[in-house]
């Protein structure tokens, strides 16, 4: 049925590369694909991380947290698409070969009694913050050094966007859509395979320029932005018209 349809379409909109090779997949001209950014409020995060970063040492404190800690972010909820429970498992392993590793984990669900649990059984340093709202979640980004998306399925991720916009690196599984754009390995973050708990743990030891990782996702979270998307999106309905004409 999408072979049917997707080719006639004058102008599709693509969020990233995925979205771009599903649509050639379905048989949809090259040159009839627009890239439009996928983002979030930069701005807003950036103000509000500007007004936190000196109270990081007091936010950390809320969760328990000390200031000389190595803190690795879980945002978002406990269901298990997210895999919250690799998270748990590689905070706790690569924790007991570096102590100064710590996992912090923003959200709720149905699996968060099980992960509390997990942590607990392991010795696994995690701290929970239950649920927080959209303004109260720049608190975690303000906690964290980096955030960490295990999802085995995800369209793109938007916390990655709202991590960047805060200045934080960001390790993800490579079944996270915005994984191919948004992520340039030892760069702004880095990707695992998804699943691989191992491999997730290891990411987590051996990221020692976090802050570098950190500045260099702020600059590219610029071209991710909604004055980015809106000229993008002008551009291709401009394009599609004068096709038209």
Same mark, same amino acid.
Request: charged fraction near 25%; charge should be positive.
């Given at each position: 049925?999408?072979?049917?349809?997707?080719?006639?379409?004058?102008?599709?909109?693509?969020?990233?590369?995925?979205?771009?090779?599903?649509?050639?997949?379905?048989?949809?001209?090259?040159?009839?694909?627009?890239?439009?950014?996928?983002?979030?409020?930069?701005?807003?995060?950036?103000?509000?991380?500007?007004?936190?970063?000196?109270?990081?040492?007091?936010? !950390? !404190?809320?969760?328990?947290?000390?200031?000389?800690?190595?803190?690795?972010?879980?945002?978002?909820? $406990?269901?298990?698409?997210?895999?919250?429970?690799? $998270?748990?498992?590689?905070?706790?392993?690569?924790?007991?070969?570096?102590?100064?590793?710590?996992?912090?984990?923003?959200?709720?669900?149905?699996?968060?009694?099980?992960?509390?649990?997990?942590? !607990?059984?392991?010795?696994?340093?995690?701290?929970?913050?239950?649920?927080?709202?959209?303004? !109260?979640?720049?608190?975690?980004?303000?906690?964290?050094?980096?955030?960490?998306?295990?999802?085995?399925?995800?369209?793109?991720?938007?916390?990655?966007?709202?991590?960047?916009?805060?200045?934080?690196?960001?390790?993800?599984?490579?079944?996270?859509?915005?994984?191919?754009?948004?992520?340039?390995?030892?760069?702004?973050?880095?990707?695992?395979?998804?699943?691989?708990?191992?491999?997730?743990?290891?990411?987590?030891?051996?990221?020692?320029?976090?802050?570098?990782?950190?500045?260099?996702?702020?600059?590219?979270?610029?071209?991710?932005?909604?004055?980015?998307?809106?000229?993008?999106?002008?551009?291709?309905?401009?394009?599609?018209?004068?096709?038209?004409?």
């Amino acid at each position: 049925l999408y072979r049917g349809f997707i080719p006639r379409i004058d102008g599709c909109l693509a969020a990233g590369s995925w979205s771009r090779d599903y649509f050639e997949n379905y048989g949809a001209k090259k040159h009839h694909i627009f890239t439009i950014p996928h983002c979030v409020d930069n701005r807003r995060f950036e103000r509000q991380m500007k007004l936190l970063r000196p109270q990081r040492e007091a936010v !950390r !404190r809320q969760w328990g947290i000390a200031p000389d800690a190595t803190v690795f972010l879980f945002a978002g909820k $406990f269901i298990p698409v997210k895999r919250p429970g690799d $998270f748990v498992s590689a905070i706790g392993r690569a924790a007991s070969a570096n102590p100064s590793i710590v996992g912090l984990m923003a959200g709720d669900g149905p699996l968060r009694a099980q992960c509390e649990e997990q942590a !607990r059984a392991a010795g696994a340093p995690v701290r929970f913050t239950g649920f927080l709202n959209q303004s !109260r979640i720049p608190e975690a980004y303000a906690a964290a050094d980096a955030l960490v998306l295990p999802s085995e399925t995800e369209t793109w991720g938007l916390v990655v966007n709202e991590a960047m916009a805060c200045g934080l690196p960001c390790i993800v599984s490579d079944s996270v859509g915005c994984g191919p754009d948004m992520i340039d390995r030892a760069v702004t973050g880095d990707v695992y395979p998804m699943g691989d708990v191992e491999a997730l743990a290891a990411r987590l030891l051996h990221h020692e320029n976090l802050a570098e990782m950190g500045r260099n996702a702020s600059r590219k979270i610029g071209s991710y932005s909604v004055e980015s998307a809106a000229t993008a999106l002008l551009q291709a309905v401009d394009t599609v018209r004068r096709r038209r004409r």
